[in-house]
């Protein structure tokens, strides 16, 4: 036990591009990216909870793999960051509606939460178009995935 105390590993893996698992993380990560593009919710002021939610979630898995091997952009936290604040005022608006013990605060805890979920998503998309920029520039495109990458990230 005292060994491990004083051993010290690097902070990451030393990157080798000739090492086999390079290719595999390259794939997932475009898979990832993929999925980002695919899943990002319709620009038209509709709540749609369900699909912020989607991206978020497809923007974690993108992290994640990202996060094996390069350290993620503070552009993508921050896309994180702000998402999950919308996602905390999406349920606080959802048990503000749900929850007896709420009913005398209901209509403040509502305002509250949608002013809040308003604010944070505005935030996300200003955030997402720097990343959406990045993902488009590191995407490898050809000429059948171009198109739909376009179509995809216009919504």
């Keep these: 036990v005292a060994l491990l105390t004083e051993?010290?590993?690097p902070r990451r893996v030393p990157q080798d591009p000739e090492r086999p698992g390079r290719t595999r993380?390259?794939?997932?990560?475009e898979r990832?990216?993929?999925?980002v593009l695919a899943r990002v919710p319709p620009r038209d002021g509709r709540v749609q909870a369900e699909a912020w939610h989607d991206w978020r979630k497809a923007l974690k898995r993108y992290?994640?793999?990202?996060?094996?091997?390069v350290k993620a952009p503070s552009e993508l936290l921050d896309l994180?960051?702000?998402?999950?604040?919308?996602?905390?005022a999406q349920t606080l608006l959802t048990l503000a509606l749900r929850e007896p013990v709420l009913r005398p605060h209901r209509a403040a805890l509502s305002r509250a939460a949608q002013?809040?979920?308003?604010?944070?998503?505005?935030?996300?998309?200003?955030?997402w178009a720097q990343v959406k920029a990045a993902l488009l520039d590191d995407f490898p495109a050809d000429e059948s995935s171009e198109t739909t990458e376009a179509g995809a990230s216009d919504r």
């Design 63 to 69: 992290r994640a793999v990202l996060d094996m091997r």
């Design 32 to 35: 990832a990216q993929r999925q």
């Design 80 to 88: 994180l960051q702000a998402l999950g604040d919308a996602q905390d």
């Design 7 to 9: 051993l010290s590993l």
């Design 115 to 127: 002013a809040r979920r308003r604010t944070a998503r505005a935030a996300a998309w200003t955030h």
């Design 25 to 29: 993380w390259r794939r997932s990560l």
